[in-house]
C-alpha cells in the first residue's frame, strides 16, 4: 500500500527520572533496504555514539519527523487519571495526525507502530480513535517493530538520541547533588540519587512520583500526594 511509511516508537518509558519521548519517522519505502545497511537497527542495540552518527543521516535521507516530550509530571498526571497506555495512543495519534496533513491525504502512507501494550488489538483501536484522518492510512501495531522494521528503528533512534539528550541535561544542572546516573530504577546511580536527594528535588519535576521506585522509598510523600489528588474527586 503506497511507496511511504511512517514508523513510530518510544524512548524512556521505564526511567524514574526524565521525560518520555515519543517519534514518528515518514519516508520512501524503498529506502528500508539501505536503512539496513547502515546499520539502524533497534536503539537498544547501538551505543549512544552509533546512536548519534545514525541520527545524522537518518535526519538527511527521511521524508519528514516529529518528536513529542512527554514530562514526568504529564506521566504523573496520566498514571493517576488515565493510564500510560492511554498517554502513548493519544501523543502517537499527535505524531500521525501532524505528518498525515492535507497535504498527504492522497498519498497512501503504511503506518508501523511498536505497540506499547500486551493487547495489540485493543491499543490499536484506541490509537485509531485518536487519529484524525485515516482514509489512507494503512496502520499496523506490533511488538518488536523496532527491531522488525527499519523506519521504526530509525525512530527509535531518534526517540533515544533525544531522551539521552535531556539526561546529560539533567546531570549538568544538579551535577552538585552527584551523578544521577542512566534515570531507571535498576541503575544504582540512579537510585543512590534519588534515596539522597529525592525529597530536595520533589518540585523539580524530573522524577516520575508514581513510579513504585519513588512510592517505596518516599511512602509519606505518596500519601500526602493521594489526599492532595483526593480534594480533586
Known amino acids: 500500500m503506497g511507496n511511504l511509511v511512517l514508523g513510530i516508537d518510544d524512548a524512556g518509558r521505564g526511567p524514574v527520572l526524565g521525560s518520555m519521548f515519543l517519534c514518528g519517522v515518514l519516508m520512501a519505502k524503498d529506502k528500508e533496504d539501505s536503512f539496513r545497511r547502515l546499520g539502524v537497527k533497534d536503539?537498544?542495540?547501538?551505543?549512544?555514539?552509533?546512536?548519534?552518527?545514525l541520527e545524522k543521516e537518518i535526519k538527511s535521507?527521511?521524508?519528514?519527523?516529529?518528536?513529542?516530550?512527554?514530562?514526568?509530571?504529564?506521566?504523573?498526571?496520566?498514571?493517576?487519571?488515565?493510564?500510560?497506555?492511554t498517554l502513548e495512543a493519544k501523543h502517537m495519534a499527535e505524531i500521525i495526525n501532524k505528518i498525515n496533513i492535507q497535504k498527504r491525504h492522497k498519498e497512501k502512507i503504511k503506518v508501523i507502530v511498536d505497540c506499547p501494550s500486551t493487547n495489540i488489538t485493543a491499543w490499536q483501536n484506541?490509537?485509531?480513535s485518536f487519529i484524525d484522518y485515516t482514509d489512507n492510512?494503512?496502520?499496523?501495531?506490533?511488538?518488536?517493530?523496532?527491531?522488525?522494521?527499519?523506519?521504526v528503528s530509525a525512530a527509535s533512534i531518534l526517540a533515544k538520541c533525544e531522551r539521552e539528550e535531556e539526561v546529560e541535561k539533567i546531570k549538568k544542572k544538579y551535577k552538585?547533588?552527584?551523578?544521577?546516573?542512566?534515570?531507571?530504577?535498576?541503575?544504582?546511580?540512579?537510585?543512590?540519587f534519588l534515596q539522597?536527594?529525592?525529597?530536595?528535588?520533589?518540585?523539580?519535576?524530573?522524577?516520575?512520583k508514581t513510579w513504585a521506585t519513588w512510592k517505596t522509598m518516599f511512602p509519606e510523600e505518596t500519601e500526602k500526594q493521594q489526599a492532595t489528588l483526593g480534594d480533586f474527586k
Open 137 to 151: 492510512l494503512d496502520i499496523s501495531c506490533e511488538h518488536k517493530a523496532d527491531f522488525n522494521h527499519p523506519v
Open 126 to 128: 484506541k490509537l485509531i
Open 43 to 53: 536503539s537498544k542495540l547501538l551505543s549512544q555514539e552509533q546512536r548519534v552518527e
Open 176 to 192: 552538585e547533588y552527584g551523578n544521577t546516573g542512566s534515570g531507571y530504577p535498576s541503575d544504582p546511580a540512579t537510585k543512590e
Open 61 to 85: 535521507r527521511i521524508d519528514d519527523f516529529c518528536i513529542i516530550r512527554v514530562s514526568p509530571d504529564e506521566i504523573d498526571s496520566a498514571v493517576n487519571t488515565i493510564n500510560l497506555n
Open 196 to 208: 539522597k536527594h529525592g525529597k530536595k528535588l520533589k518540585d523539580s519535576g524530573i522524577f516520575r
